[in-house]
């Protein structure tokens, strides 16, 4: 199983970014993935997930901001981020079934 998360790089406080998590070996449809981050020096955070239903829950520090949707056809899910703040700096990851990807990094500068 793998999972490949791309589409970070470096955005200006206010601009949006679009994280993809493209699986293999492991058919999205059928189960729970999701989004945890990692802040410099800081432990890493659950982001949000989204069911095999499509039920979405996000972190409350989020809520409002994140957008997480899933291609089942692909078999790709998507963190959209709207509004970026400097603490959303972080490397993000995106898991399932206690498979992890190896993160992707968003830069936000002030």
């Known amino acids: 199983v793998q999972l490949q998360a791309s589409g970070g790089g470096l955005v200006q406080t206010g601009g949006s970014l679009r994280l993809s998590c493209a699986l293999s070996g492991l058919t999205l449809k059928y189960h729970v993935i999701g989004w945890f981050r990692q802040a410099p020096g800081k432990e890493r955070e659950g982001v949000g997930c989204?069911?095999?239903?499509?039920?979405?829950y996000y972190a409350e520090s989020v809520e409002g901001r994140f957008t997480i949707s899933r291609d089942n056809a692909r078999n790709t899910m998507y963190l959209r981020i709207n509004s970026l703040k400097p603490e959303d700096t972080a490397v993000y990851y995106c898991?399932?079934?206690?498979?992890w990807g190896q993160g992707t990094l968003v830069t936000v500068s002030s």
């Open positions: 989204i069911s095999h239903v499509n039920v979405t």
């Open positions: 898991t399932s079934r206690n498979y």
